[in-house]
């Protein structure tokens, strides 16, 4: 039997972690460290700076390449593929690692549950096979650090929140039904598909980092300010995690 735990940590500082997430990875045999190539390696030494901070406990860690998603194709059979490569890349490392079954720990960045694939990799494990309980510690999302960071609540009062993605937002503009959206995974700028009068945007880069970085205003004034630092972050550091919430009037 396999016991892996999905351990939310937050957003890049290491104070983000609940006492259930240095709990869990404690109690772990086994810590899977994924890398991401050169150009995201601060994400690998801000894993490793975790554990360093955080276990008192002989716990092995144990670093993987990830693999690489194909830019080609139909997007979502392009990521059903990926996960298949994923999934089969973590029941390697298991096998090699813990032949006779233990506790597995993988970090997640944020929350296990929002916009992140951990749980649904897991499942394939599952699937394949594998004797496998999934457990899940919630942790900070991308989404609280933004609102925080910026004093300031998601909703408005008894109004929804749509939550969506940079490819949605930049095919459908404005969804339907909602004042407040929350843009995660955007490739850059999809805010530029809407018209810009009567929007307001909280913008926030490597929140909860060292380098975090942060802009709002009326969407007509700060956009170009936005696309601007987004891209200078981006060739500074290789690599960029953002979100932004908007709001009409």
């Given at each position: 039997?396999?016991?892996?735990?999905?351990?939310?940590?937050?957003?890049?500082?290491?104070?983000?972690?609940?006492?259930?997430?240095?709990?869990?990875?404690?109690?772990?045999?086994?810590?899977?460290?994924?890398?991401?190539?050169?150009?995201?390696?601060?994400?690998?030494?801000?894993?490793?700076?975790?554990?360093?901070?955080?276990?008192?406990?002989?716990?092995?860690?144990?670093?993987?390449?990830?693999?690489?998603?194909?830019?080609?194709?139909?997007?979502?059979?392009?990521?059903?593929?990926?996960?298949?490569?994923?999934?089969?890349?973590?029941?390697?490392?298991?096998?090699?690692?813990?032949?006779?079954?233990?506790?597995?720990?993988?970090?997640?960045?944020?929350?296990?549950?929002?916009?992140?694939?951990?749980?649904?990799?897991?499942?394939?494990?599952?699937?394949?096979?594998m004797a496998l309980r999934v457990s899940v510690?919630?942790?900070?999302?991308?989404?609280?650090?933004?609102?925080?960071?910026?004093?300031?609540?998601?909703?408005?009062?008894?109004?929804?929140?749509?939550?969506?993605?940079?490819?949605?937002?930049?095919?459908?503009?404005?969804?339907?039904?909602?004042?407040?959206?929350?843009?995660?995974?955007?490739?850059?700028?999809?805010?530029?598909?809407?018209?810009?009068?009567?929007?307001?945007?909280?913008?926030?880069?490597?929140?909860?980092?060292?380098?975090?970085?942060?802009?709002?205003?009326?969407?007509?004034?700060?956009?170009?300010?936005?696309?601007?630092?987004?891209?200078?972050?981006?060739?500074?550091?290789?690599?960029?995690?953002?979100?932004?919430?908007?709001?009409?009037?």
């Open positions: 039997m396999i016991e892996l735990s999905l351990v939310g940590i937050g957003t890049g500082n290491p104070e983000h972690l609940t006492r259930a997430a240095i709990r869990a990875l404690n109690e772990a045999d086994l810590i899977l460290l994924p890398r991401k190539g050169a150009e995201k390696a601060e994400l690998l030494d801000l894993r490793r700076m975790v554990c360093a901070d955080v276990l008192s406990t002989d716990v092995k860690l144990a670093e993987f390449d990830l693999p690489v998603r194909d830019s080609r194709g139909e997007y979502l059979g392009r990521v059903q593929d990926w996960h298949e490569a994923i999934a089969q890349t973590w029941a390697g490392q298991i096998a090699a690692h813990l032949p006779d079954g233990g506790r597995v720990a993988l970090m997640v960045w944020g929350d296990p549950s929002l916009y992140d694939s951990s749980l649904r990799i897991a499942a394939r494990l599952g699937a394949d096979g510690v919630p942790g900070i999302t991308s989404l609280s650090a933004l609102t925080a960071a910026h004093a300031i609540a998601l909703n408005t009062i008894g109004a929804p929140v749509i939550i969506t993605t940079g490819r949605q937002l930049r095919e459908g503009g404005w969804p339907d039904g909602a004042d407040s959206v929350a843009v995660m995974l955007d490739a850059g700028s999809a805010f530029d598909v809407l018209p810009p009068q009567g929007l307001y945007i909280w913008w926030g880069a490597y929140l909860g980092m060292p380098q975090q970085a942060l802009v709002a205003g009326p969407l007509a004034d700060v956009a170009s300010r936005i696309t601007r630092l987004r891209a200078e972050l981006r060739a500074a550091h290789g690599w960029i995690m953002d979100i932004y919430l908007l709001r009409r009037n």
